[in-house]
């Protein structure tokens, strides 16, 4: 048994009164007319990515590097951490030998599987080995399908429980919603603290 099954193995044998899950038929969600004109919009003003939108079948590659330049600062060859098919990357999350490997990448590029409206956060299912390329990376682009995007995130979390294969795999997902930032208590804004300091969301429109 793993520590976590016995963190929650000991509070099921603690637990001394149990409640029904409140009822949420009732509630007023949050929707839109267009969900993913609202979901454009939050992009590139609350969560503070910026947004690129291709076609299907159009070369990811060249959209990457004209966002991200071909080389950082003039020093070195750009480095692109990813395993979709589609990307040429120099390393592969399903293939280095430990997860620190991935911070040399400049630019980590992974794939979405649902868009919220209400706040621009992306599910990101972990459909890769190493999940630190979501983190370790300067820049981060997601790949995003403009017909996964939904209204908010009770609609988001119904559609991650019915798909049976989210966490077949690796067990663990997060949203993400546009570059890491903190800001201590005079105010001082950092990027990346925690994560990549800049957010790339392309947004394929199907043909």
Not at 14 to 38: C, G, K, W
Not at 93 to 101: C, W
Not at 148 to 171: C, L
Not at 182 to 194: C, F, K, N, R
């Amino acid at each position: 048994m793993s520590s976590k099954e016995n963190i929650l193995d000991a509070l099921r044998r603690h637990t001394r009164e149990t409640y029904e899950m409140p009822d949420l038929s009732r509630l007023n969600l949050i929707t839109f007319s267009d969900p993913v004109a609202e979901f454009k919009a939050k992009t590139t003003t609350t969560a503070g990515a910026r947004l690129v939108e291709m076609a299907e079948g159009e070369d990811l590659n060249a959209i990457i590097r004209t966002v991200v330049g071909d080389s950082v600062a003039d020093t070195h060859p750009l480095v692109i951490a990813s395993n979709l098919p589609d990307v040429t990357a120099q390393l592969n999350p399903d293939t280095v030998s430990e997860a620190q490997e991935l911070a040399r990448a400049d630019v980590g590029v992974i794939r979405g599987t649902i868009g919220v409206a209400e706040n621009a956060c992306i599910w990101i299912p972990q459909t890769m080995k190493e999940r630190a390329i979501c983190f370790a990376s300067e820049q981060l682009v997601i790949v995003l399908s403009a017909d996964s995007i939904v209204n908010n995130m009770h609609e988001a979390y119904a559609r991650i429980a019915s798909s049976p294969d989210s966490f077949s795999q690796y067990k663990f997902g997060t949203f993400i919603s546009g570059p890491s930032k903190t800001a201590d208590i005079e105010g001082a804004l950092v990027y990346g603290a925690q994560a990549a300091r800049g957010v790339t969301v392309v947004l394929v429109n199907k043909k």
